[in-house]
């Protein structure tokens, strides 16, 4: 299934990838482990840890593969490792409590996972071509189940009722 021969490099790719997943499902599972924990701040450190952890593979993955000529697999691992920056930074503005950004948060994570493996299929090595199709069609059917569960929780802004003045009637004084 797997090829015999796997580098340091796709060890940390792989590696990142199972380590944004964890972080993801662990994120997922959040309000399950709160009501046992009862400590939101530990769960958000251990996210952040598992995160930075995530990132550093990255940061090792892309450093063995800054190769030329670009080929469409390595052009899609360059926009993954910025798909992660994005997920980085979506992720500190939720901690800044800015408004709607879980919902971006949440959706460029699973983005970014998905486009690892599209990256990974498309190489063609260490994963077979059907396995990475189902691995992608589950994350679009995540991402598309994310964003509207998001959409259903964002509230409009509340629109007040101008009142209206009665207008005179004409004849009347």
Known sequence: MFSAQI???DLSGFAAVV?????????VLRGRILKITKNLSAIRSLHIAISALAGIFIVIHVSFYITWPINFGIALGYATFAMAIVVW?????FLERVRDSLLFHSSFSIVFIGLALIHAASSGVNIP??????ILVASVGVLI???LYQLSKMKPPAVHPVKKE???KIGQA
């Open 145 to 147: 189940v994310n964003a």
């Open 7 to 9: 580098s340091l490099a």
């Open 129 to 134: 071509q059907g396995l990475s199709e189902l």
């Open 19 to 27: 380590l944004a997943g964890i972080s993801s499902a662990f994120m």
């Open 166 to 168: 009665a207008a005179p």
């Open 89 to 93: 930074l979506t992720g500190t503005a």
